[in-house]
């Protein structure tokens, strides 16, 4: 971000377009027109980093969830202690 807080974006400042971004809230690397080019490559860098982190963890989950409802016993399987 350009570190301009100017409200393009459509946030109140700086931090809340970035920490929508971390959340998975908003995913356009386009709002900052401050920042111009500099700012939107390294938008599409991070975005690309936190799929793949939000992907991982939804995939482990979804196994999880799998290992719980098929595991015979319990107390041997991961997830259970």
Known sequence: ????????????????YSDAIAQGKDFSSEKCAPGGADSKAMLETILVSLKTVWSRKYRMAALGDTIKTWCPRKDRCPGFH
């Open 1 to 16: 971000m350009a570190g301009t807080d100017c409200g393009d974006c459509g946030y109140p400042d700086c931090f809340g």
